[in-house]
């Protein structure tokens, strides 16, 4: 009796280790390509789209993943970002609309520059309907379609692809190059990883792809074809050689001083771009051996980062005036680059330079009443981490652009085998550095916030230092406690 009922529970506790360990997948993709009357390139300033050419697909793609009674989805959206205030809306649409939990829906954008923007929520918003409508189709078709799944990972590196934008300037600052020569030649890092996740069914037959590379799809600046960019052509590609049409989905990783080569460039570098990394993927993809996973995990966490506190009324008109002057300036000498620590391209007409900096003052004019008014700035902001463990591979989804090194740091820092971090993930808080990229300033760590001009829900301010530090010693006790270390 003692023995049959020990076989008993022996039984039973296989038959729950092996529920626990059953590991589901689905994929599916839409397009969320818009119609001419969806676009307002109004919104647009510099970057404005346009329909006479064809660029790369831009598609909303879902990988729906389950292991026991844990599930995520992931939706990677080739556009170039999806600010929180779109963010929650779509997460608890998305959510809804398949059963789970909004933190169970991780959006992923690939920062593609050449696609519409989502408009702004408090006015008509045609074409974030139209994302939001195609990403809950495929969502609830990659839902559906799960099916049992093995999971492999692999890299490659690449160089050639990409170069740092920010070039050391002997007084401490930072220029922002535009040109890849400059960048290659001042020796900053960039990140060749091209990282490959491949997930099949018990067939072996491919179920979907993910590929992350980390530097800006930004080839094809201000007047673009609308384009999925170097993204878009990278996995089109490789569903067509290697994933039988079976989706293949793109993580941005962290670069927000990273550009591809080259920028300013055109479509068809763009393309040739996209091509060439998935021609180096695709064998890559094909020789990884894929296994039942048996460990996935995940979990939220929200991080609260410091932020520098208001420049002082006097600091904000000495910018205003700095400002004024240079657009003046330009009148007389249409070359003029430097204003504030901040440098345009040389070769812009004057009227690119104007749309550059104009909101520099205008910020430094909105934070002035602000203060006058008694407006009380936050000394944190607040972000959500999402990380991702399947077996010894991690990823961590930022809702914002971290630079470089912080990608960098995470990775060595961290216990499993490889850790990403993903940008412009659930959100847009901007751009994020180590302690030395905040001391140099420069347009990422210093004037870009200037830009969502004090809206409510954008960040107000620069982070302050530290930041980047507090960030990835986050990401990191994230991994150990799901680890359960
Ligand atoms: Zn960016």
Redesign the pocket.
């Known amino acids: 009796m003692k023995k049959l009922l020990l076989t008993g529970l022996c039984l039973l506790f296989l038959t729950s280790y092996a529920q626990a360990e059953n590991f589901l997948a689905g994929a599916a993709s839409r397009s969320i390509m818009p119609t001419k009357e969806m676009v307002n390139n109004s919104i647009h300033s510099n970057m404005t789209v346009r329909f006479d050419e064809l660029g790369s697909p831009i598609n909303s793609k879902a990988l729906a993943l389950t292991f026991g009674d844990k599930s995520i989805v992931l939706i990677a959206l080739d556009i170039s970002g999806v600010k929180n205030s779109h963010s929650d809306p779509m997460r608890k649409a998305i959510a809804a609309s398949i059963g789970v939990n909004p933190d169970e829906i991780i959006l992923s954008a690939s ?1 593609s520059h050449s696609t519409p923007f989502l408009e702004p929520m408090d006015g008509p918003h045609p074409y974030f309907d139209f994302v939001l409508q195609q990403s809950i189709e495929a969502a609830k078709e990659a839902w559906k379609s799960r099916r049992p799944a093995r999971f492999g990972h692999d890299v490659i590196y690449v160089v050639g692809a990409s170069f740092n934008t920010r070039v050391p300037m002997p007084d401490g600052g930072v220029k922002f190059t535009r040109d890849f020569r400059e960048g290659l030649a001042s020796g900053r890092p960039i990140d060749p990883r091209l990282n490959i996740i491949r997930f099949d069914d018990e067939n072996g037959k491919p179920i979907a792809g993910w590929v992350r590379f980390a530097t ?1 799809p ?1 080839c094809v600046i201000f007047n673009t074809p609308i384009s999925g960019e170097y993204p878009g052509y990278l996995t089109e590609r490789l569903s067509k050689t290697v994933t039988d049409g079976a989706p293949v989905l793109f993580g941005y990783g962290a670069s ?1 001083d990273l550009n591809c080569i080259p920028m300013f460039g055109s479509e068809s570098d763009s393309r040739n771009m996209g091509r060439q990394l998935a021609d180096l993927a695709a064998p890559v993809f094909e020789q990884i051996q894929t296994k039942k996973p048996q460990r996935f995990l995940f979990g939220n966490r929200t991080v609260n980062l410091p932020l520098d506190p208001p420049p002082s009324i006097e600091k904000l008109e000495q910018e205003i005036e700095e400002i004024n002057t240079f657009i003046k300036a330009l009148d007389t000498n249409p070359e003029l680059e430097w204003v504030m620590g901040i440098n345009c391209k040389k070769e812009w007409p004057v009227k690119n330079k104007i749309n550059h900096v104009k909101p520099l003052a205008e910020w430094a004019g909105l934070m002035k009443q602000a203060l006058k008014s008694g407006r009380k700035f936050p000394s944190n902001w607040q972000s959500e981490i999402t990380a991702l463990i399947i077996d010894d591979m991690g990823l961590v989804f930022y809702p914002g ?1 971290p630079l470089v090194e912080l990608g960098f740091a995470l990775s060595a820092q961290s216990p499993l085998e490889e850790t990403l971090l993903i940008a412009m993930s659930n959100g847009a808080n901007g ?1 994020i550095g180590t302690d030395e990229d905040r001391l140099r300033g420069g347009y990422e760590t210093y004037s870009s916030v200037r830009y969502s001009k004090l809206k409510e829900g954008t960040r107000p301010l620069p982070y302050a230092l530290g930041a980047g530090e507090c960030l990835i010693g986050n990401c990191l006790s994230l991994i150990n406690e799901l680890c359960g270390k």
């Open positions: 920062h800006h930004a927000g652009e751009y």
